[in-house]
């Protein structure tokens, strides 16, 4: 086995987009399945704790080592069309795997926006991205996989094969994982790995973040490419009415046309983007955005009928104007380079909150992330929102707030500039985290628990729920070599 030393050449493999650094002595590369299941029963035999990373675009600081080894699979990458069914490598890039749909007239409808992320990655993370309101999350596209389990088996799982009841679940090798606290029902809220009665074996090992299995092989299904795509952007200038207009286009409906995407992107969040766009060539496709708006709306329509979907757009238009809007501050874009360039936008929120935080942490490097998912009933998207901004203001703490309005789900993100606010911002999160699960949400719902998260897990989680975490982890890997300290308490 070729393992490294992290050395000089390997430090990048220490952080992710977290911006937080772990630390290791080796590191392994595999090329193939064979190389990755023995570096996995090295590391097992010898009682060395090992991470599982793949494309380190992780924000919370799931796939960076707490000591022991690292395996990095990025270069186990390759895809195989059969159908419609893509069979790929665990390090496949998004982005690869986008093109090989591509070029079969197919898509992977999932797009968490960082076509830099593996395959892998991204469904030990359940990433989802603008476009879940209609396509759900990564894992929900994943009909099989292979799972090397640390105890040295292979599973290959199926979907539909093995499935929770209220207290366990029957097992590929014969035997039943027994939990000892009943399972909640689907759709109650969810943390972490956390089974819910009906759930899939699968996505067990799908949003446990590397935690219980190394995910190997994964046959994913693609979609037929829609005839007709429109991207269009509504620019308010009160972020109250952008939210009632996205509560308004989420409920509109016909018959050849589907909304994939309602997002929305407050002032601070617009603001931090034309920084970033000053500084940086990648945004340069990116068309002028209006002075100073109040927040923005992201809506993407799909049809498969190859005319334009005129009631579609008119009934959007009408929807912004009946919440103040004017025709003139909309962007609209229909062909691929166009949405390419809008898409753009979407997908700067994130990368201008983080040039933002590497500013500061220029000043101050034990500056870190603070950022929380928040998954809230979308009648209570107003309040919720003045709260953070509220919260937000009275503590002066720079924030930016942006995500999927479609589903109530929202990222927060605050940028402490100093010690005592970085100290604030984490108890404001705890709060935050506390006020959704009093309105029936949850916090932690989208990009992983990882390294960042767990004291908040621990706090915000049903008991149930987190004894059902350790019994499985106990069950799967007694030993807790796998993820050292991501996820669980
Ligand atoms: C600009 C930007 C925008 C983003 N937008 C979104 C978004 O819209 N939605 C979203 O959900 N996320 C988003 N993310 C976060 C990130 O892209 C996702 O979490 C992504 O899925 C991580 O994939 P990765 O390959 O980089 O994984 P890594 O960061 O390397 O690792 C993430 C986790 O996956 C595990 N893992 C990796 N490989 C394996 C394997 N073979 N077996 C088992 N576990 C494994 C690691 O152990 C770790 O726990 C964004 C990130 C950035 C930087």
């Known amino acids: 086995m070729n393992w490294q030393s992290i050395g000089d050449r390997c430090v990048d493999y220490l952080r992710d987009e977290s911006r937080l650094s772990g630390h290791c002595d080796t590191i392994f590369f595999p090329e193939n399945t064979q190389a990755l299941q023995q570096a996995l029963a090295d590391c097992v035999r010898a009682g060395i704790p090992v991470t599982v990373q793949g494309g380190r675009t992780g924000i919370a600081a799931a796939g960076i080592p707490s000591g022991g080894r690292l395996i990095c699979v990025e270069k186990m990458s390759g895809c195989q069309l059969q159908g419609s069914v893509l069979t790929v490598q665990c390090g496949t890039r998004l982005s690869e795997i986008q093109a090989a749909a591509r070029q079969a007239g197919l898509v992977f409808p999932p797009n968490p926006t960082e076509s830099g992320a ?87 090992f799908c949003g446990s973040e590397g935690t219980l299995a190394v995910l190997d092989c994964l046959r994913l299904q693609l979609t037929a490419a829609p005839a007709q795509t429109w991207c269009l952007l509504f620019f308010f200038s009160d972020w109250r009415q952008s939210l009632r207009f996205s509560q308004e ?154 995500g999927h309005a479609s589903i109530g789900r929202l990222h927060v993100n605050l940028l402490p500039e100093t010690v005592q606010q970085l100290q604030t911002g984490q108890s404001l999160l705890e709060r935050w985290a506390r006020y959704s699960a009093e309105l029936g949400g949850r916090a ?29 982890k106990a069950f799967f890997d007694p030993r807790h070599l796998l993820g050292p300290d991501t996820l669980l308490p």
Request: aromatic share 6%; with cysteine.
């Open 118 to 204: 593996t395959i892998a990655g991204a469904v030990a993370c359940a990433a989802s991205g603008p476009n879940c309101l209609y396509y759900g999350d990564v894992p929900s596209h994943v009909l099989a996989m292979d799972a090397l389990l640390p105890d040295g088996q292979r599973w290959t799982l199926k979907r539909g094969q093995y499935l929770f009841d209220d207290s366990g679940c029957p097992l590929p090798d014969g035997r039943h994982l027994a939990l000892s606290a009943p399972l909640p029902k689907r759709g109650e809220p969810r943390w972490g790995f956390a089974p819910y009665q009906g759930m899939d074996l699968l996505d067990l």
């Open 249 to 402: 286009v989420c409920r509109l409906h016909w018959q050849e046309v589907r909304i994939t995407t309602v997002e929305f992107l407050d002032q601070a969040t617009l603001a931090l983007i034309r920084e970033l766009r000053a500084s940086s060539s990648a945004l340069g496709a990116l068309p002028d955005l209006p002075e100073a708006p109040g927040a923005t709306v992201l809506v993407e329509l799909e049809s498969d009928d190859p005319a334009p979907p005129q009631d579609a757009l008119l009934a959007c238009l009408s929807a912004f104007a009946s919440h103040g809007g004017v025709e003139s501050d909309t962007w609209a874009a229909s062909t691929p380079p166009e949405i390419a360039r809008l898409h753009l936008l979407r997908h700067a929120a994130a990368e201008a909150v983080n040039t933002r935080l590497d500013l500061c942490r220029l000043e101050l490097p034990e500056l870190s992330k603070l950022c929380g998912a928040f998954q809230i009933p979308v009648s209570e998207l107003i309040p919720a929102v003045q709260t953070y901004q509220d919260d937000i203001k009275r503590t002066g703490i720079s924030g930016a707030i942006f």
């Open 444 to 472: 932690l719902s989208e990009n992983g628990i990882g390294k960042l998260h767990r004291a908040q897990l621990a706090q915000s989680a049903p008991a149930g729920q987190l004894s059902a975490m350790a019994e499985i």
